[in-house]
């Protein structure tokens, strides 16, 4: 007798608490959708509040990377620019290094202008990445010129519909 094997979790890394703008939207609605064959969780690694509470959140997401299990797992992680890169870049490139399937979602409107400035760092996180997406054409072009096309999917986000899709061992979503 074969017993199915667990859902797989989607970790959502970034700001999953209330607040405005378009990043914690996205990821609230990803957690709020009822997909069927996968748990989504949320990871939080920014809250509003002082430096040290926010350095907690950020270190306990990093602690909850490194005992997270490396097979069935797959951490997304949303960036935008600035120190929304930096530390939600740390949470990709530890889960990617230790084996984990990671996703990069791109948002924010600096984002361009942060990934010109940047590219090394930029081509250091994104190319951790599994698959990367970007919800418009500006940063897609950003993250082209950091990462090979055949990670970058673009997603425009009047389409982005959160249709679950399984490709190999790997799954992901997206709209279109």
């Known amino acids: 007798m074969q017993t199915e094997s667990p859902l797989p979790t989607v970790w959502h890394a970034g700001q999953t608490e209330a607040a405005p703008g378009g ?12 997909f069927v064959h996968s748990t989504q969780r949320p990871l939080p690694t920014h809250v509003s509040g002082s430096w ?28 935008s620019e600035d120190g929304s890169f930096v530390r939600e870049g740390a949470v990709l490139a530890v889960a990617s290094l ?18 010109r400035t940047h590219q090394r760092l ?12 970007a919800l418009n054409a500006q940063p897609s072009a ?11 999917h673009i997603r425009a986000s009047q389409h982005l519909h959160l249709c679950w899709r399984r490709t190999g ?8």
């Open 23 to 34: 990043m914690s939207q996205v990821i609230r609605a990803y957690l709020a959708w009822p």
């Open 52 to 79: 040290l509470k926010r350095l907690a959140v950020a270190g306990r997401a990093l602690a909850t990377v490194m005992v997270m299990p490396r097979a069935g797992d797959v951490v997304v992680v949303h960036l």
């Open 98 to 115: 230790r084996g984990i399937t990671t996703v990069a979602q791109l948002h924010g409107a600096r984002f361009v202008a942060f990934a």
């Open 122 to 133: 930029t081509r250091f996180v994104l190319g951790r990445a599994r698959r990367c997406f």
């Open 142 to 152: 950003a993250a082209f010129c950091a990462v090979w096309p055949s990670v970058l």
């Open 169 to 176: 061992r790997v799954p992901y979503w997206g709209g279109g």
